[in-house]
């Protein structure tokens, strides 16, 4: 009998391995694992187009754990042997995070260890209704169900100097919903109270042990939890029942590859319920005062460390990803090329003139003709390549040239020249080019700003450059005699600032003052001709007030 069951145990086993091991390995070429709704980006990869692989579909986890469930709250939490359960089933979304539903069902009892009068005349507290007038000691046992959708976050399995792990660290956030029934231990097994009075009382934190063993030796203790815990009653919705409350978990988690099919998982979850009363209790004893019951303010939560096994599901897809180090691909590429679609190769020509960089002595600009050193043609020699020369065929005697290849040509004799000889004043106005005007800031204004002072040492540079030329300083409007003194004071205080300021002698200015057909508020420059006189010397109407 023995040897069929020994049997039996080797045939699971090795149906367990034979399924372990069939795994399907990661290849970004293989389209059987590639969806249909990303076949455009594999293909693109395939040929060179896309630089990102396709992500493969990926296998299912289902899981299955047991282990120590506990609530923290208001009566010190025991361990009980009852079975605690949960099963999932979860999926990646991408290398990094997966989503996972899970059913879990827990069972936690617990003792209080310390006496207790603190229901006394609280209503809906089962030791109270029951009748109990002195010390007790609180205890209960809960069933909790919940159901909760998790996001998971693997933190190690994209690895730079390893290609996979066969460890998974991860973490755990989620919402659902839960169910619960606390029942208390109040009631022999003759359905009378406890008499509590039998057991010892200490302050001595070491004899709590002996505290709960002298409870459980009472004569009628029977460890039935017969009587419904206080609860929230019609306050809260119920299912089947019991109390429902929306709940939240955090967690964390170490997995153990044994193949690439199963890993065994070690977790711990804390899910906090906002409820007082899943032990059952929400009365504690004011410290220091016996008796003197407070309603606690610490909300009760629940933990589930637990020991699961977890198998991959599906087929015609690989590993569930958060088990997958994306960088293997990559690397593998650039060790020892399998796919990678290499280049043919090309001669760098950086300035496309036709002529490799290898042998290429200039960087031609793009269009211009060059010979075979890639240098750029220039037929006549003028220094301008003919891609720009407006007179490809210069004679040397026209030489030097401008910038557009053209040549000047030579005089015949010395007669030529006066025709072409600048007088002094057009040789001042293309020397000084046109001058920039100044315009004052309003209709009354006599003062210089900081623009305006910028635009005169413009001028005064020009001036300083040009040290045979003058200029002409042109004001406008003189309709009334506030006008004549306005357009007279600005052409001074101009010509003052650039005399003080720039250094510049006042006997290379022409003024005149209240010119028609220009703007009232603009002062206007130009280079001044032989033709040009101009220097008032008074004030036109002295007895009027200055614009400022």
């Not at 290379?508 to 033709?531: L, S």
Request: hydrophobic share 30%; with cysteine.
């Amino acid at each position: 009998m023995a040897s069929k069951k020994y049997s039996l145990l080797t045939g699971v086993l090795c149906l367990l391995a034979s399924y372990s091991f069939s795994q399907v390995t990661y290849d970004p070429m293989d389209s059987s694992v590639i969806r249909s709704k990303d076949m455009d980006q594999y293909t693109k990869f395939k040929q060179g187009i896309e630089n990102f692989p396709a992500k493969p579909r990926n296998q299912w986890e289902l899981g299955i754990k047991t282990g120590i469930f506990t609530i923290s709250g208001d009566v010190a939490s025991q361990p009980f042997t009852a079975p605690n359960i949960g099963i999932h089933v979860r999926k990646a979304f991408g290398y990094v995070f997966s989503a996972r539903l899970e059913y879990v069902y827990g069972t936690a009892q617990g003792l209080a260890w310390q006496p207790s009068q603190g229901y006394r005349g609280k209503g809906g507290n089962p030791w109270n209704t029951l009748g109990y007038t002195s010390d007790v000691f609180y205890n209960y046992k809960t069933k909790v169900q919940d159901l909760s959708l998790e996001g998971i976050f693997s933190l190690n399995n994209i690895r730079f100097h390893k290609s996979k792990t066969g460890v998974n660290f991860y973490l755990l956030g989620g919402i659902g919903g839960a169910i619960y029934d606390a029942k208390v231990n109040a009631l022999g097994n003759n359905g009378q109270r406890y008499d509590f009075s039998q057991i010892p009382r200490s302050g001595n934190y070491k004899d709590r042990k002996d505290i709960k063993d002298a409870i459980k030796n009472l004569s009628n203790w029977d460890d039935e939890y017969e009587t419904d815990a206080e609860n929230h009653g019609d306050r809260r919705p119920k299912v089947s029942g019991q109390t429902f409350k929306p709940v939240g978990q955090l967690g964390a988690g170490i997995a153990f590859k044994l193949s690439n099919k199963v890993n065994l998982a070690i977790e711990d979850r804390i899910t906090v319920a906002n409820d007082d009363l899943l032990d059952g209790q929400q009365w504690a004893e004011q410290p220091g005062t016996p008796g003197q019951a407070v309603l606690s303010q610490n909300f009760d939560t629940y933990n589930f460390a637990s020991l699961g096994l977890n198998i991959n599901l599906g087929s015609k897809a690989v590993e569930p990803l958060w088990w997958i180090n994306p960088l293997d691909y990559a690397y593998q590429e650039v060790r020892k090329p399998k796919y990678m679609i290499l280049p043919k190769p090309v001669l760098p020509d950086a300035d496309g003139d036709g002529v490799t960089d290898q042998f290429d002595q200039e960087q031609t600009p793009q269009g211009c003709p060059v010979d075979s050193h890639g240098v750029s043609l220039d037929t006549d020699g003028d220094g301008v390549p003919d891609c720009r020369d407006k007179e490809k065929v210069t004679p040397t005697a026209w030489q030097p040239v401008d910038a557009d290849g053209v040549g000047k040509a030579p005089c015949p004799d010395s007669t030529c020249f006066e025709k072409y000889m600048l007088k002094r004043g057009d040789a001042c106005a293309e020397l000084l080019g046109a001058l920039p005007s100044v315009t004052f800031t309003s209709n009354t204004s006599s003062t210089l700003t900081s623009d305006a002072k910028a635009l005169l040492a413009s001028i005064a540079a020009r001036l300083r450059q040009n040290a045979e030329c003058k200029v002409v300083v042109t004001s406008y409007c003189s309709s009334t005699k506030a006008q004549q003194q306005r357009a007279w004071d600005r052409v001074n205080v101009i010509i003052r600032y650039m005399v003080e300021s720039e250094g510049i002698s006042g006997d290379r200015f022409y003024w005149q003052i209240g010119q028609e057909g220009g703007d009232c508020n603009t002062v206007d420059f130009r280079a001044a001709t032989d033709a040009d006189t101009g220097l008032p010397t008074t004030v036109p109407n002295p007895n009027l007030g200055r614009g400022k």
